[in-house]
């Protein structure tokens, strides 16, 4: 029975729950949205969400959050084809004196959903619905402030100054309650040490992660037959790791089209076969 401290009192409640469970809420698990998918209509009845996060500050203190925002994930991509660029595979960088580059133009789109710096979200009724906190969650983080040390927030954070300057109320106001519009990541071209001059086919930019899904000794018991059909088609998957060279085979078996990678060692007569089927093999070095 929970306490309830407005009235001094122990009180009864009843309640049906559903329990959906990530390992770690700042990746977007692809496997997730499977779960989601399946138990969609009953998810439909529910009232709320209870997002279960406590923490604890460097002074020992226990913060409990009562909400978040709600997120969006999506990714952008810009490929030569038809429009113009590189249609099949990079070229040379001299080339762009009379070839289109989709890097330039997946840029200049993003550049057009903010203000310069960043901070404006200039997407047409983005801001339309937000909603204003209410008196009782006004009362709430009023509490809040007298013991928010916003100095040893932006020191653990490695962070400066909030946008404009901003300090105190206005500061938690905005982070509790205004929208964002991020770039997680971006990629494209050539990435590696020194330079590489070319013309990149495509570049991607995400507001999640695409993901290498590890899946080895039998994705961990729930089955490597079962889950690797379940990522294949998958868009936020980039490629399957496992850890011998039988998980390789079948999943290939099962009709498993993405990357694998294996991650252990591999002979020279297993390696010339995992080669034929598009295996990428690591470098292994015995201990």
């Given at each position: 029975?929970?306490?309830?401290?407005?009235?001094?009192?122990?009180?009864?409640?009843?309640?049906?729950?559903?329990?959906?469970?990530?390992?770690?809420?700042?990746?977007?698990?692809?496997?997730?949205?499977?779960?989601?998918?399946?138990?969609?209509?009953?998810?439909?009845?529910?009232?709320?969400?209870?997002?279960?996060?406590?923490?604890?500050?460097?002074?020992g203190?226990?913060?409990?959050?009562?909400?978040?925002?709600?997120?969006?994930?999506?990714?952008?991509?810009?490929?030569?084809?038809?429009?113009?660029?590189?249609?099949?595979?990079?070229?040379?960088?001299?080339?762009?004196?009379?070839?289109?580059?989709?890097?330039?133009?997946?840029?200049?789109?993003?550049?057009?959903?903010?203000?310069?710096?960043?901070n404006?979200?200039?997407?047409?009724?983005?801001?339309?619905?937000?909603?204003?906190?209410t008196?009782?969650?006004?009362?709430?983080?009023?509490?809040?402030?007298?013991?928010?040390?916003?100095?040893?927030?932006?020191?653990?954070?490695?962070?400066?100054?909030?946008?404009?300057?901003?300090?105190?109320?206005?500061?938690?106001?905005?982070?509790?309650?205004?929208?964002?519009?991020?770039?997680?990541?971006?990629?494209g071209?050539?990435?590696?040490?020194?330079?590489?001059?070319?013309?990149?086919?495509?570049?991607?930019?995400?507001?999640?992660?695409?993901?290498?899904?590890?899946?080895?000794?039998?994705?961990?018991?729930?089955?490597?037959?079962?889950i690797?059909?379940?990522?294949?088609?998958?868009?936020?998957?980039?490629?399957?790791?496992?850890?011998?060279?039988?998980?390789?085979?079948?999943?290939?078996?099962?009709?498993?089209?993405?990357?694998?990678?294996?991650?252990?060692?591999?002979?020279?007569?297993?390696?010339?076969?995992l080669?034929?089927?598009?295996?990428?093999?690591?470098?292994?070095?015995?201990?």
């Open positions: 029975m929970p306490w309830t401290p407005s009235s001094g009192r122990k009180a009864r409640c009843r309640s049906t729950s559903w329990w959906l469970r990530t390992v770690k809420k700042s990746w977007g698990r692809p496997t997730f949205r499977v779960i989601v998918d399946q138990y969609e209509e009953r998810l439909r009845t529910c009232e709320g969400v209870f997002f279960p996060m406590n923490l604890q500050d460097t002074m203190d226990i913060e409990l959050n009562l909400g978040v925002k709600g997120i969006l994930y999506f990714e952008m991509e810009a490929i030569g084809g038809d429009w113009g660029g590189p249609s099949r595979s990079e070229i040379h960088g001299s080339y762009k004196a009379v070839v289109d580059s989709p890097v330039w133009r997946l840029i200049h789109a993003l550049s057009s959903l903010t203000s310069v710096d960043g404006t979200i200039l997407v047409p009724g983005y801001y339309d619905d937000v909603r204003p906190p008196a009782e969650e006004q009362r709430l983080i009023n509490g809040v402030i007298g013991n928010w040390n916003e100095d040893k927030e932006r020191e653990l954070l490695g962070v400066a100054r909030w946008i404009s300057g901003a300090t105190g109320k206005e500061a938690i106001f905005r982070f509790l309650y205004d929208p964002t519009l991020n770039i997680d990541g971006i990629w071209g050539y990435t590696g040490l020194g330079v590489k001059t070319i013309l990149p086919r495509e570049l991607y930019r995400h507001s999640g992660c695409r993901f290498l899904a590890v899946i080895k000794n039998n994705a961990n018991g729930i089955g490597l037959r079962d690797g059909p379940i990522l294949d088609p998958m868009d936020e998957v980039y490629g399957l790791a496992v850890a011998r060279v039988d998980e390789v085979l079948a999943l290939r078996e099962v009709g498993v089209k993405k990357p694998i990678v294996l991650m252990a060692h591999a002979s020279r007569d297993e390696a010339e076969l080669v034929r089927e598009g295996v990428r093999l690591s470098l292994y070095v015995p201990c």
